[in-house]
């Protein structure tokens, strides 16, 4: 389970999470994507019904329903599941506050016997721009966290105040918490910039950082507008490739890790 998180707005949380998403479902892997964004665009993206009321997020976290009540399935893929967000989610940051257990109700949501039985191989939390309660509940059903950096100025802006927080979670909350992954997004080959970003990202977290980087491409931005994953938009395009590497590199990743707690098992 990968919580993808960064505080700042529009570095390509969202559209990594749907694309990878599908990357993944692509490949014959089950992926459930959690949309915790009051703003939904996740949902968008993969043509999931999101108009205040649906079966969401929202009431996954009071209690009210169970995952497999509010999971919906792509159109486009059978194995590509999508939670999603309604704009009911905009209050919930602060209706959490006074619950009970108000951390860990995430965790509790999605950790049924019911979506077992699903099979689900991966699970994407898409977070809001912000650190609040919905991000540390993302945090703390997840034990991993995926970092989506922008090869722009002011990339790394905010990055150590994240690191600071998932150290917090992990102290109190979730010790098994880790940044597993990092992308490099928007990259545009013909800026020094984007390379420079690139070299510091990789210095600050070595293998953490995916090889595959995904380009500035408009056809990932148009995407979202017709509901779709840039993989169904656009299959040939560079940022579906790039997208479709990226998600090859997880799945390669998750299977040596697999294979290696089987191994010491
Ligand atoms: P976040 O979820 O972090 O706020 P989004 O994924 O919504 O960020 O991306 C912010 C904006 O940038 C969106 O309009 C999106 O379409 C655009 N975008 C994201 N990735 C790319 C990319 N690789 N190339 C071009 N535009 C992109
Ligand atoms: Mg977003």
Redesign the pocket.
Known sequence: MLTIA?Q?????????AVNIAAALAVQGLSVLVVDL?PQG?ASTALGAVHTSGTPSSYELLLGEITAVEAIQRSPKNDRLMCIPATIDLAGAEIELVSMVAREGRLKTALSSAALDDLQIDFVLI?CP?SLGLLTVNAMVAATEVLI?IQCEYYALEGVGQLLRNIELVQAHLNPRLHVSTVIL??YDGRTKLADQVADEVRKHFGDAVLKSV?????K??EA?GYGMTVLDYDPGSR?AMSYLDAGREMAARSASMNAATEGTA
């Open positions: 960064n700042k707005g529009g570095v390509g949380k969202t559209t990594t964004d665009n898409d721009p989506p997004t928007m995904i380009p500035r491409s408009v990932v931005s979202p940022g």
